[in-house]
């Protein structure tokens, strides 16, 4: 079950950025947290994504805990997406959403920023959650995702590790472009096709690029 809810997800982000991957993301996953480094372990994380570089050669792996899997095993969030469920689906999105986008610059020959990888990863909570609930039920817009998702954020300054500010602007920014694009889904439909329009674009800015669209419309 949790294999296809991974996989699930995998298609559902590569069908809104039209970002198709020859790559399987079950292929890279990994649950046994002693296969990951020591200071990993230790923090005690349920979803971290290993990058591993030996020359122009990059292997990379997802760790997501196997009690997180189980959990969102019994409680499907593509089922019913929930107050219960939706801390551990947003974990696993996450997840897949770094893998997805690796992957996909990868076969671009592109290099990613860890500013980039978690700016996207936090649109991607917002707009994989609002497609699912849109989809559960169509006839309600779920307003409350924004500020469940970005104003009630806290950061965890252990598992950070040093790295709180780059948190920090990653979830400012993707704030201040999701609260754009809310506007835009709640519209109607040709505005909504304009929403899907500018999220492909923007998912193959730079760093530099993103910064600067998000800066410039706000």
């Known amino acids: ?116 990888l978690e700016l996207q990863a936090e649109i991607d909570k917002y707009v994989a959650s609002w497609w699912l609930l849109r989809q559960q039920d169509p006839a309600r817009f779920p307003a409350e995702l924004h500020p469940l998702l970005f104003a009630r954020a806290r950061i965890d300054t252990a598992l950070a590790a040093g790295r709180v500010q780059l948190y920090r602007d990653a979830n400012d920014y993707a704030a201040r472009f999701c609260l754009r694009l809310s506007r835009q889904l709640a519209g109607a439909a040709s505005e909504r096709g304009e929403a899907l329009v500018e999220l492909r674009r923007f998912y193959r800015l730079s760093r530099e690029r993103k910064v600067r669209h998000i800066q410039r419309h706000d």
């Not at 107050?83 to 290099?111: C, K, M, P, Q």
């Open 1 to 116: 079950m949790a294999t296809a809810l991974l996989r699930q997800l995998q298609g559902l982000l590569s069908g809104i950025y039209d970002a198709p991957l020859r790559y399987d993301v079950h292929d890279f996953l990994f649950t046994d947290r002693a296969c990951l480094p020591a200071r990993m372990r230790a923090s005690g994380t349920d979803e971290q994504v290993l990058v591993v570089e030996e020359g122009e050669v990059a292997s990379i792996g997802l760790f997501l805990d196997a009690a997180l899997l189980e959990r969102l095993s019994v409680a499907d969030p593509l089922r019913t997406l929930n107050a219960a469920n939706i801390a551990d689906y947003w974990t696993a999105l996450e997840g897949v959403s770094h893998f997805v986008y690796l992957a996909w610059n990868a076969g671009h020959d592109r290099g990613v920023s860890l500013l980039e």
